[in-house]
């Protein structure tokens, strides 16, 4: 019991000393942050996009399966199969967002191959890692904030 009750305030501890403590990082570690914030970024408009894709589909009665992989083609195919229904402007529309949910795909591919290489070289990401349910990205950016963890709890 008293275990339980030593990890709970030291829980609490973390959560208060990270409102009012600005520790200092390391570059590595600002890096790493910072890859993974632009990373989220980017999930985060990718999904906004295919979103609008699927509500601008959606009022011409396309409905589409979930998931972003497929979306961009079955976007298409959809509109390819209605051939005639649709003006070129809306097609046109479609496949310029269609690319640029591409293109982000693309860049968020981008970004996690970098941050699996600085984890591949991280000691604390690797033993993180090896923890189950835990995989590189949470890895890296739980190893990037281990400073915080580590002041309060010991």
Do not use: Y
Not at 18 to 26: H, I, P, Q, S, Y
Not at 29 to 56: E, F, M, P, Y
Not at 128 to 139: E, F, K, S, V, Y
């Amino acid at each position: 019991m008293g275990s339980r009750r030593k990890r709970i305030g030291c829980h609490a501890r973390l959560l208060r000393s990270a409102r009012e403590l600005r520790l200092v990082k390391t570059q590595a570690q600002q890096t790493v942050l910072s890859l993974h914030r632009a990373r989220a970024g980017l999930v985060k408009s990718r999904t906004a996009l295919a979103n609008q894709i699927r509500g601008l589909l959606g009022e011409f009665g396309i409905v589409l399966p979930q998931g972003i992989r497929l979306l961009g083609q079955r976007a298409m195919a959809a509109l390819s199969i209605r051939d005639g229904e649709h003006c070129e402007p809306f097609r046109a529309l479609i496949q310029m967002l269609v690319e640029h949910l591409r293109e982000l795909g693309s860049k968020v591919a981008e970004l996690e191959g970098r941050i699996r290489a600085i984890h591949r070289t991280d000691a604390p990401g690797q033993l993180l890692d090896a923890m189950p349910g835990i995989g590189p990205l949470t890895a890296s950016a739980l190893a990037a904030w281990r400073c915080v963890a580590w002041m309060v709890c010991h």
